[in-house]
């Protein structure tokens, strides 16, 4: 996809400063948080969405989740809490149509919204 955001990101054409990188994932900050720590982890295979995976993507699916407990590790939040949100199409708030998941935490007392 010529015109993604994440995968212009993913290719290097736009820089960003990598929290986590793999051959499978790569993992930033959002620009626009909100929390105070706010990362965004990212298949570099192109989906647009939860609707769009497929049973190849369940590894990819499940190593996903496995580098989220990873970063969160690593950012020093995993041990107070944090969340971990994927929109799922426009009505949801999905702004950027590849598939992401939204690594939110490092409140002091306790998150500014719950679900």
Known sequence: ???CIFCKIIKG???KKFVYKDNDLVAFYDINPKAPVHVLIV???HIESLREIKEEDK???GKLML???QIAEKLGIAKE???VVI???RVSG???FHLHLHLLGGWKDKADWNV
């Open 94 to 96: 999905q702004l950027v």
């Open 13 to 15: 054409e736009i820089p």
């Open 67 to 69: 580098v989220v407990k």
């Open 43 to 45: 298949p570099r295979k």
């Open 1 to 3: 996809m010529t015109d």
């Open 81 to 83: 809490g944090y969340k």
């Open 59 to 61: 590894d990819l699916m």
């Open 87 to 89: 929109n799922n199409g």
